[in-house]
């Protein structure tokens, strides 16, 4: 197995985190759409992980420009401050990029958690179906 082979896995997965994620976001609002993807899940889920894949691509292209737009807007030198204008409170940094808050590293862990049982589950019913 070559890097760029490896390097493409790593990125398919990230890609099926992030739609996996969108879709989890999606799914627990509408009970009719969450019913036809656990549906999906059990009956085609490769399929399922293709699409996943390429939400989180389109997903990802969108986080990306919206962070490449707020720092257009984002003055130099300027730091991270709450909606008020004022800082959240000191923020950690490393290498000069801003920490995310502890309930935003919170939210994220948990979200992190869901789909890495979602991932589990999936690997499970493939299993199940060889």
Known sequence: MNPDEILQGLQKGFR???GAASTLAETIQDSQRREETLARLRTDPSGLA???AAKGEVT????RAFLDNLMAQRPAGASWSGPSGSSSGPTASTGGVPVAPP????DLKDLTEQISAMRAELERLRQQGS
Do not use: F, G, N, R
Not at 60 to 63: G, R
Not at 103 to 106: E, F, K, P, V
């Open 60 to 63: 990802e292209q969108e986080a």
């Open 103 to 106: 309930d935003i590293q919170a």
């Open 50 to 52: 293709d699409d996943l």
């Open 16 to 18: 099926v985190t992030l």
